[in-house]
């Protein structure tokens, strides 16, 4: 049994608790959670005390691709640029997915939702304390590579899932899937019931191609060699296109949002109640150099999740600095509200929240430390390290 008391303790499931006690047993599940009294062989912590984090958008494969590539010149100059790059050996490949998984232990993430395009993460997920739901990406411009795409994916899902791990096929994005590969994809996901995620106005261009069939996404395929001439233009931008084909009835993650208006958050609802939306404020910066406006989601806080994205558009998988950027631009959220992003929300929509998410008796959510905080709350100068 371990008991923790700190200066304050955000449950999620109520409101902050002041000088707080939280008791595991050595499992780490929560026997006991209230103000502390004067109980003994207490640790004694500086700072607040929440539920581990759930990282909603990972690409754990891309993590060999660390400080390779060019901040700041935008999505198109980093595609060019990763399709440029040389496939390391494989055990290079792997042992970066295993320095990332380590890293994100420690700084408290426990549930991960990754992107894959490959198995190369599965010995990882065989042996991982964190939990993983494998969202395995597919993608094709061109109707024509619809069938080869779906069964290529399809190949990494079943591996997925004869090993007994949590997978669902998604769309990469907007402006790589066809209404083809889109039938494929929703046919399998209304079947198992399954969550989705995808990739969404991560950039401008994206709207121009659906409105205008017009920008640098159409140069790009272009250049990629890929037959752009039966595109039109659909006359309405990516996002009312893409709910065309999302299963209503599904929880649908869109990842970005960096050119997501008011607008569109509102429209979309009309039709689809179960968006959540996904942040990942350092790969924006680092790939975009421009941020969502996030005041405009704030009736949307209890859908709200956070992502790290990979290691190819981040110095690091930690959801505090995710946190850090968010608070530092949109003074709207509370720490309350952070937190519930950064761990409730995410493990209701990976539909973990038996589990995860908040910290009450019974569940074993993981505990995290945050120190350096300003007045109980979250500031740039804060730190996040796993308890439990
Ligand atoms: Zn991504």
């Known amino acids: 049994m371990r008991k923790f008391k700190a200066d304050i303790v955000y449950t999620l499931s109520s409101s902050p608790i002041e000088n707080g006690l939280v008791v595991t047993d050595d499992n780490g599940t929560i026997l006991q959670v209230k103000q502390y009294e004067s109980e003994e062989n207490v640790e004694v912590l500086q700072g607040a005390i929440c539920p581990g984090f759930v990282n ?27 399709e440029a790059l040389k496939q390391p050996a494989s055990a290079e490949i792997e042992e970066a997915i295993n320095t990332a998984y380590q890293k994100m232990y420690a700084n408290g993430i426990v549930a991960v939702g990754d992107i894959c395009n490959t198995n190369d993460t599965l010995n990882v997920k065989l042996k991982s304390q964190i939990y993983f739901h494998n969202f395995v990406e597919v993608f094709a411009f061109h109707p024509d590579r619809a069938e080869a795409a ?16 949590n997978a669902s096929i998604v769309p990469h994005a907007p402006y790589s899937v066809s209404d083809k590969l889109w039938k494929l994809i929703t046919d399998l996901a209304t079947e198992n019931n399954s969550i989705l995620s995808i990739h969404n106005q991560e950039n401008e261009d994206e709207n121009l191609l659906f409105t205008q069939a017009k920008g640098k996404i159409l140069e790009r395929l272009k250049s990629f060699g890929i037959d752009t001439s039966f595109w039109k233009s659909k006359g309405i931008n990516s996002l009312q296109y893409v709910l065309q084909f999302l299963p209503q009835h599904l929880k649908s993650l869109l990842v970005h949002n960096t050119f997501t208006t008011e607008n569109d958050i509102e429209n979309a609802l009309k039709t689809h109640a179960n968006l959540w939306w996904c942040f990942c ?7 975009e150099n421009k941020l969502p ?18 290691l190819a558009s981040n110095h690091d998988l930690c959801v505090l600095s995710e946190l850090k950027i968010i608070a530092k631009h949109a003074a709207i959220f509370s720490t309350q509200d952070l937190l519930q992003i950064a761990c409730a929300n995410g493990a ?8 995860f998410g908040t910290i009450e008796i019974g569940k074993k959510p993981g505990l995290v430390l945050l120190k350096n905080l300003e007045q109980n709350n979250i500031s740039q100068q804060s730190t996040a390290q796993r308890l439990v």
């Open 348 to 355: 209701r929509f990976l539909g973990i929240e038996k589990q």
């Open 293 to 310: 406006n996030y005041s405009v989601f704030k009736k949307q806080l209890n859908r709200l999740t956070v992502g790290t994205d990979s």
């Open 150 to 165: 779906f069964a290529k994916g399809k190949k990494v899902y079943d591996t997925f899932i004869e090993n007994k791990l």
């Open 281 to 287: 404020p350092n790969a924006n910066l680092y790939i």
């Open 56 to 82: 909603t958008h990972c690409h754990l494969e891309l993590s060999y691709l660390q400080n390779k590539l060019c901040e700041k010149k935008g999505l198109h100059e980093f595609i060019k640029e990763i």
